[in-house]
């Protein structure tokens, strides 16, 4: 079936990186755009920004740009955020999320979520 | 960025009653907003997509109505597997941005 598996819980010190992959199944990988949101602890959902997996093109929330780094390995259908010089304050849940390219539907498929915790 | 006002932020609603969350964008985003049910440790899941479409497999209960600025997301008659947190998101322009969220709780 359609689904996004994603890494698990990682644990950071501040001032390191950490990598999320999300490996995508059951679809053409290279026909969605996959999207990264990310969920503070008790707190709403955060856009962050999102890959084209065909082309390997990003767009990234200004915040977040020269900060967090979209890629992808088509070879092996899986896609990665990866964020750096970690603070307390990007203790998060972080999960990628499909979407059809051109933009006409929703964010249809979900990974489940990786825990990120930056603790000294 | 465009900012979009989710309301109420908590409802209390009983299992039959009719719900309604509204979602209003600081600018007009033609109907570029979807509606998305969260329960708690889980993701997110689609409801509805470009305002008004349900996402196949979705109840019918479910419905959304709205364009340019005001938009709505009607639970019918809730059931108890509808007692989440909604979000809405503009997908209209960069960036995307989510409503502040709709706890709804049982009466």
């Known amino acids: 079936q359609v689904q996004l598996v994603q890494s698990g819980a990682e644990v950071k010190k501040p001032g390191a990186s950490v990598k999320v992959s999300c490996k995508a199944s059951?679809?053409?990988?290279?026909?969605?755009?996959l999207h990264w949101v990310r969920q503070a602890p008790g707190q709403g959902l955060e856009w962050m920004g999102w890959?084209?997996?065909?082309?390997?093109?990003?767009h990234y929330v200004q915040k977040f740009q020269g900060w967090v780094t979209m890629t992808r390995d088509t070879s092996i259908s899986t896609a990665y955020m990866e964020l750096n010089r970690l603070t307390s304050d990007d203790t998060a849940v972080y999960y990628c999320?499909?979407?059809?390219?051109?933009?006409?539907?929703?964010?249809?498929?979900w990974g489940q979520g990786t825990t990120v915790t930056v603790s000294s | 960025a465009i900012q979009v006002t989710q309301s109420p932020s908590s409802l209390s609603a009983s299992v039959g009653d009719r719900v309604t969350i509204t979602c209003r964008a600081s600018?007009?985003?033609?109907?570029?907003l979807g509606w998305y049910q969260q329960t708690p440790g889980k993701a997110p899941k689609l409801l509805i997509y470009?305002?008004?479409t349900l996402q196949s497999g979705v109840p019918s209960r479910f419905s959304g109505s709205g364009s340019g600025t005001d938009f709505t997301l009607t639970i019918s008659s809730l059931q108890p597997e509808d007692f989440a947190t909604y979000y809405c998101?503009?997908?209209?322009?960069?960036?995307?941005?989510f409503g502040q969220g709709t706890k709804l709780e049982i009466k």
């Open positions: 999320v499909r979407r059809a390219a051109g933009g006409l539907y929703g964010m249809d498929v």
């Open positions: 059951g679809y053409t990988f290279a026909g969605y755009y």
């Open positions: 890959i084209n997996p065909k082309s390997g093109d990003t």
């Open positions: 600018q007009g985003i033609r109907n570029d």
């Open positions: 470009a305002a008004s």
């Open positions: 998101l503009q997908d209209y322009s960069y960036p995307y941005t």
